[in-house]
Structures are given as structure tokens and as C-alpha cells.
């Protein structure tokens, strides 16, 4: 069996007696939380105090928009394009812009023109000099000449054979109808016993080879005339195309004099004297003049 043991406690107000006696407790027990459990209190009422205050200023996560109810207005709702007009604050710069780049690159020998002078299309603007472009230029001009050379050279032989041809064919001819009077001239005397039947035979003989020998002869004609027909158009392609390289290979040369592309204002120009440039290296700008434009960035 259990024993409770009470002690009586005096009435309010009053000592009791020994080393026991009541402490009163306060209405909001604040007084007996440790100091880190007060600490977390505060910041906790302080974390809702700031989300309370953020929750009535956005609303809740929804925007407004304040204005004055003077410069509301109101009307049906209907379909139509919605007008939005967005302030920009825009640069104003050429319409058009013409970069000049190195070709195949160099080194600069003179600057003709600065940044502000005004161009015409052609102009020259700056000169390069490239010793390798024109060791190459020079070694490729070789390679074309020789070979522009030898086509010429296959053409005036196709003309020649032609012409041989065509020179042999009448020669027989000739020989056909001089052998055939000599032949009808002999015989005529031979028949009479005024010339040996050798000499009549050894121009009949001749005859023969030369009636025998025309044929061969047109045929070898018309074969060298359908040669001829079939191989000059191809030369003269080749030969068009070869002077066509050659005029490429001396553009070259020709590039390292720079020449405004058009009309206008050099508006970007900064080159010094033995500066070496690489090939595709941005030289100037030109700006023609066909008007100015505002550029601005748009969200």
C-alpha cells in the first residue's frame, strides 16, 4: 500500500516556516524559458511577421497596379489587336555598312586613306606587298603559259595534218588524170609499135598505185577532218579555262592593292606602315551613303 505524505501549505502571504517556501508564478511564463528557447521564439514570431507582411504587399502572389480612378476608363470587351507602345532608347547608325577584308593577307606598305575621307568605288585605299603570293603568282603564270602553249601547239598540228591531208588528195588526183592521158597516149603508141610495151606498162602500172592509193587517202582525210572536228572545240574550251586561271592568278597580285568597294566614307581605318596582316583580316569599313537607321534592343 502506497503512502502519500502532504504538507500543508500556509495561507497566501504568509512565511513558512523552515528553508520551504512558494514562488509565485507570473500570468505569462516567460520567465522560465531558457535564453535559446527565447531566441528561437523571437525569430520564429519574427519570420511570420515578414511573411505576414509580404503575403498583404503582393497579394498573395497576384500584381497590381495603382493608378488615380480619373485616368481609369472603361468599355465592352472585344476582339481586336492590342496596341502596347514600349519606350527604347535606340542608337542612330548607317543603313548600310561595307567591310574590306585582306584577300590572301601581307604587309602594309602605304595607308592612302584615314578614318573620315570620302571614297569612290575603285579607289585605291591601302597597298600590300607578299613576297610568297608572288613567287606563286609567277610559278602558277609558268604553269599556264606552257600549257596555253602546248594546246596551241596540238591545234596548229590538227590544222596541219588537215592540211597535208587535203595537199596529198589533190596531189593524186593531179597524178590520176596526168597518168591516165599518159597511159591512153602510150598505148595509143604502143598498139602502132612506136614505144615498148615496158614503158606503156611502167605508166600503167603507175596508174594502178595511184587509183588504188586515193582511196586510202580520202578515207584518211575524212578521218583527220572528224578529228579535227571534234578535238578543236575541246582545245578551245581548255584554252578558255587555262586563260581564265590566268586571269585569276594575276587578280591575285592584283588584290594586294586594295580598292574601296564603294562609294562613300571610310568610317573605320587603323593601319600603321609594316604592319603584317593575316589572310581574311578586317582592314576598314566604308559607309555609303544611302541613309541612316535606329538600332535599339528589344525585350
Given at each position: 500500500m502506497d503512502i502519500i505524505e502532504t504538507t500543508e501549505l500556509p495561507p497566501q502571504g504568509q512565511k513558512q516556516g523552515g528553508m520551504d517556501r512558494q514562488i509565485p508564478l507570473g500570468k505569462w511564463p516567460w520567465s522560465v524559458l531558457s535564453p535559446g528557447a527565447k531566441l528561437a521564439l523571437v525569430a520564429t514570431l519574427s519570420v511570420l511577421v515578414i511573411l505576414l507582411l509580404l503575403f498583404f504587399i503582393l497579394g498573395g502572389g497576384t500584381r497590381t497596379l495603382r493608378i488615380p480612378l480619373n485616368q481609369v476608363t472603361s468599355a465592352t470587351v472585344e476582339r481586336g489587336v492590342f496596341h502596347d507602345l514600349i519606350p527604347l532608347r535606340a542608337n542612330v547608325?548607317?543603313?548600310?555598312?561595307?567591310?574590306?577584308?585582306?584577300?590572301?593577307?601581307?604587309?602594309?606598305?602605304?595607308?592612302?586613306?584615314?578614318?573620315?575621307?570620302?571614297?569612290?568605288?575603285?579607289?585605291?585605299?591601302?597597298?600590300?606587298?607578299?613576297?610568297?603570293?608572288?613567287?606563286?603568282?609567277?610559278?602558277?603564270?609558268?604553269?599556264?603559259?606552257?600549257?596555253?602553249?602546248?594546246?596551241?601547239?596540238?591545234?596548229?598540228?590538227?590544222?596541219?595534218?588537215?592540211?597535208?591531208?587535203?595537199?596529198s588528195l589533190a596531189d593524186i588526183d593531179y597524178n590520176l588524170i596526168r597518168l591516165q592521158?599518159?597511159?591512153?597516149?602510150?598505148?595509143?603508141?604502143?598498139?602502132?609499135?612506136?614505144?615498148?610495151?615496158?614503158?606503156?606498162?611502167t605508166v600503167t602500172d603507175e596508174l594502178a598505185y595511184y587509183q588504188k592509193l586515193r582511196p586510202i587517202q580520202s578515207e584518211s582525210g575524212q578521218r583527220q577532218s572528224a578529228l579535227y572536228e571534234r578535238l578543236l572545240p575541246e582545245i578551245d574550251r581548255q584554252l578558255q579555262n587555262l586563260r581564265g586561271n590566268l586571269t585569276v592568278v594575276h587578280d591575285k597580285l592584283d588584290s594586294l592593292v586594295v580598292r574601296a568597294p564603294v562609294s562613300g566614307k571610310v568610317t573605320a581605318l587603323d593601319l600603321k606602315v609594316g604592319e603584317n596582316l593575316g589572310a581574311g583580316q578586317r582592314l576598314a569599313e566604308v559607309t555609303p551613303d544611302t541613309g541612316m537607321k535606329l538600332e535599339a534592343d528589344i525585350d
Open positions: 547608325v548607317p543603313r548600310d555598312t561595307v567591310y574590306v577584308d585582306a584577300m590572301d593577307g601581307g604587309r602594309v606598305d602605304r595607308v592612302l586613306v584615314q578614318a573620315g575621307d570620302v571614297v569612290e568605288a575603285g579607289q585605291p585605299m591601302i597597298v600590300l606587298s607578299n613576297t610568297n603570293l608572288a613567287l606563286q603568282v609567277i610559278q602558277q603564270e609558268s604553269q599556264l603559259n606552257q600549257a596555253i602553249s602546248q594546246l596551241q601547239q596540238n591545234e596548229i598540228s590538227l590544222e596541219q595534218n588537215q592540211l597535208a591531208n587535203q595537199r592521158r599518159a597511159a591512153k597516149r602510150r598505148n595509143d603508141l604502143a598498139t602502132r609499135g612506136m614505144l615498148s610495151v615496158e614503158e606503156r606498162d
